[in-house]
């Protein structure tokens, strides 16, 4: 029916009416927090390309999970960035490694906090690629997948919450999983980066865990943004091989993959707003071009309501205090 029977403006006029008819609501509950470590101690590194972000060393890290915990956040997501990088990235998977030292140390401190911890190898290669590389200098699937593995397991004897693959090589879901289970931690989740694109969006990423690669890019193993319909078939893959939730990457750009995601699988779908979507955002914030606090939250509601059911970014702790302040 036309106007001015449909006036959609009547359910607009007063924040009581808005919000009733709000259709999705961005919670605390949704958010997870990234956090990168660096052995040592007494390390508290800014990274310059994400004013605001720190690599901290384990002690210092357990500051800053407190800080999200204080906050209302629940999850972190945490990477490894090791001063020793080798061809095979032996620093992921090392017995006593620096991944399975931070978890132990959140998890002592703070036992209620979920931890996600990433697993793959690229800030741990000296050429800075997820994979083992063959001779020809290809991504080599056979050679990396049991390292993957041995990096999962190694990351869950130390009680990590779950573990979150972000190589994109085929078949390493399977992998993790059927190596958790063997070392008996089948309560374990996976939680995939299942459609990871190949994304410049992921720029700053690479200055915070020094994971550039060194030559060439990670086009031949990360999706065309391009593609949507092959998404789908990427996670439908990961769920097949075990993935208890997936995650589409970036966020902002691929807010219609997420929604296509959530309605083809009706799966918990998790949604990476990643380095570069946060560092224009705060640049911008720093200049006075935009409201950095409203654009920030109006781009995690979209995430939300595209379909995400959780969200990790960098605003983890800052839009949890927004959320409180506007509450
Ligand atoms: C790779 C990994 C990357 C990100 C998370 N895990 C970088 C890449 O694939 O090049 C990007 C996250 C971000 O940009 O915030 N292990």
């Known amino acids: 029916m036309a106007y001015p029977q449909h006036r959609l403006r009547r359910l607009r006029q007063s924040p009581a009416w808005r919000r009733l008819v709000r259709e999705s609501v961005l919670r605390v509950e949704d958010l997870v927090y990234p956090l990168f470590v660096v ?9 310059p390309s994400m004013p605001g972000i720190h690599r901290f ?31 095979l990235g032996s620093e992921a998977y090392a017995e006593g490694g620096l991944v399975p030292r931070a978890v132990r140390e959140l998890k002592a401190r703070y036992p209620d906090l979920l931890i996600w911890t ?10 800075g690629h997820c994979a083992i ?30 573990v979150a693959p972000s190589d994109m090589l085929d078949g390493r879901v399977g992998a993790i999983r059927a190596a958790l289970d063997e070392a008996g931690h089948g309560s374990t989740p996976i939680v995939s980066y299942a459609a990871k694109y190949a994304s410049a969006f992921y720029g700053p990423f690479r200055d915070a865990a020094h994971s550039a690669p060194s030559h060439g890019d990670r086009r031949t193993h990360q999706m065309d943004p391009a593609n949507g319909d ?13 993935a208890d939730i997936v995650m589409v990457k ?5 807010l219609d993959v997420i929604r296509r995601v959530k309605d083809t699988f009706r799966a918990p779908t998790a949604a990476y707003q990643v ?14 071009w935009i409201d950095e606090r409203a654009v920030a939250l109006e781009s995690l509601g979209a995430i939300k309501r595209a379909g995400a059911d959780i969200i990790v970014t960098y605003y983890a ?5 927004w959320l409180r302040e506007d509450a």
Do not use: I, N, W
């Open 39 to 47: 052995p040592g101690e007494g390390r508290r590194q800014p990274v």
């Open 57 to 87: 060393s384990p002690e210092l890290l357990v500051e800053e999970a407190g800080a999200a915990v204080d906050a209302g956040v629940g999850a972190v997501l945490l990477f490894g960035v090791p001063d020793h990088k080798d061809a």
């Open 118 to 127: 990433d697993v793959c190898l690229c800030q741990y290669t000296d050429h």
């Open 133 to 162: 590389l063959a001779a020809d200098g290809s991504p080599d699937e056979e050679a990396t997948l049991p390292l993957l593995a041995r990096t999962a397991v190694s990351h869950a004897r130390a009680g990590t919450d779950a």
């Open 230 to 242: 092959e998404a789908l078939r990427e996670v439908q893959a990961d769920l097949e091989e075990g």
């Open 250 to 254: 970036p966020a902002g750009p691929c």
């Open 275 to 288: 380095s570069g979507e946060f560092s224009m955002m705060r640049a911008a914030g720093e200049r006075g």
């Open 317 to 321: 702790v800052e839009a949890a205090r």
